[in-house]
């Protein structure tokens, strides 16, 4: 009993520290709650977005709230080397034929690790890189050292078009985009960044390396039966709908999902933590796949206990959906699709017809959903 009421005194303190970075960056609360999520799965997360986004500024904020332990932050380019990660080579060692690592305020002392453009990795520090972030292991010529890193971050303005750098990607198994907020937003975003300025040296709500862990602990001890059977039915329509979800994958979203459920004060999981699964994709054209498949499922979770980025919608455009419908459209009339393109299209439009329920305007939301009917009715008559 008392370890359960310290349990959640720990989610409240994590709930705190990322509510205290949400009061600083207007509208980026999807990024920095899971981030939270990140931390306490001990998985890795990656930011997709273009420069002036806030991504390094949010991981720097997170970092300063995780006290007692060390933070790693670098910017790799193509000419990185070892060195500038791990740390050099001990010198007195090296004299006596030891290849010794010092690896003194490096990365692999680090409680958080930040690569900013991580996709400039080159292939010097590549194959020690991919063991580090998926086996939280450091190994260089005979040296092995476990790792202490919460998490690993990773960031890039655009997604890797080397094949040989799929692998580090892979390595990320939250992805979520990074872009400019909403011009609504813009005297917010101004007054809270004025704010962070003019109080830099105020007191802050912290957390510890240890406090972490006991929460990462607790992740593992969540009863996640009550959903097994929705996540393996909804894995497997994933896979049908060309999504690759690797069995290795799959085990990992488990900590995902628990990790939903310890944030919410939860030891058991229910339909609406499946909310982490919108942020495992690989491609930005599967987003809003994701997003219209894993809504349409917790959509029916009327647990008031839930996650708030499970119950967050986004209010549609009206302009925007007509536009991506007769995008699909013209996509549909292409000779010679395959069976994987046509189940896109058709998830694609299963998405904006449930995102066209949310127009307010009665008579925009009547010509979307006819132009919605129009193309399911194409569809159909080609099947």
Same mark, same amino acid.
């Not at 609360?29 to 997709?48: M, S, T, Y």
């Not at 086996?135 to 971050?153: Q, S, W, Y």
């Not at 959509?299 to 119950?311: G, W, Y």
């Given at each position: ?18 509510? #205290?970075?949400?009061? &600083? ?35 720097? *904020? ?22 500038? &990660? ?39 520090? !590549? ?21 202490? #890193? ?34 609504? !937003? ?15 040296? +105020? ?12 929460? *990462? ?35 990992? &979203? *488990? ?5 939903? #459920? ?23 054209? *599967? ?18 206990? +839930? ?16 536009? /991506? ?15 994987? /393109? ?42």
């Amino acid at each position: 009993m008392n370890e359960n009421k310290l349990q959640m005194n720990r989610a409240d303190k994590l709930n705190e520290v990322l509510r #205290a970075v949400k009061d &600083i960056f207007v509208g980026k609360d999807e990024i920095i709650d899971l981030l939270g999520i990140a931390l306490v799965a001990r998985e890795n997360a990656f930011l997709l977005g273009p420069p002036g986004t806030a991504k390094s500024a949010i991981i720097r *904020q997170l970092s300063l709230r995780i006290v007692e332990g060390k933070n790693f932050e670098y910017l790799l380019t193509r000419f990185t080397e070892p060195n500038e &990660i791990f740390g050099p080579f001990d010198i007195r060692k090296l004299r006596e034929g030891e290849l010794v690592t010092n690896t003194e305020g490096m990365m692999p002392e680090a409680s958080l690790v930040f690569f900013d453009e991580i996709f400039n990795a080159n292939s010097a520090i !590549l194959n020690s890189l991919l063991m580090a972030l998926n086996e939280k292991i450091f190994r260089r010529g005979k040296e092995t050292k476990k790792l202490p #890193a919460l998490m690993f971050i990773g960031a890039s303005n655009a997604l890797p078009e080397d094949e040989a750098l799929n692998a580090l990607l892979d390595r990320f198994l939250i992805r979520v985009e990074c872009d400019y907020v909403d011009t609504d !937003l813009l005297e917010r975003v101004l007054l809270a960044g004025w704010k962070m300025e003019s109080n830099a040296e +105020a007191e802050m709500v912290v957390i510890t390396p240890i406090e972490i862990i006991e929460l *990462q602990k607790q992740c593992r001890l969540v009863d996640l039966s009550p959903i097994r059977r929705e996540l393996i039915d909804l894995i497997h329509n994933l896979r049908n709908t060309g999504i690759k979800v690797s069995d290795r994958r799959a085990v990992k &979203i *488990q900590n995902l999902i628990a990790a939903s #459920a310890v944030i919410c004060n939860r030891d058991v999981a229910t339909i609406s933590d499946l909310w982490v699964l919108k942020y495992i994709w690989d491609t930005e054209e *599967q987003i809003e796949i994701l997003a219209g498949i894993i809504d349409h499922i917790i959509e029916k979770d009327d647990k008031v206990d +839930a996650h708030p980025q499970a119950t967050f919608n986004k209010a549609p455009n009206a302009e925007g959906l007509l536009k /991506e419908t007769k995008l699909l459209n013209d996509r549909w009339l292409v000779t010679g699709l395959s069976f994987e /393109e046509q189940n896109v299209i058709k998830d694609k439009l299963r998405y904006l017809q449930t995102r066209a329920n949310w127009i307010k305007h009665a008579e925009h939301k009547q010509h979307i959903q006819g132009e919605i009917e129009s193309l399911w009715h194409k569809i159909l008559q080609s099947v």
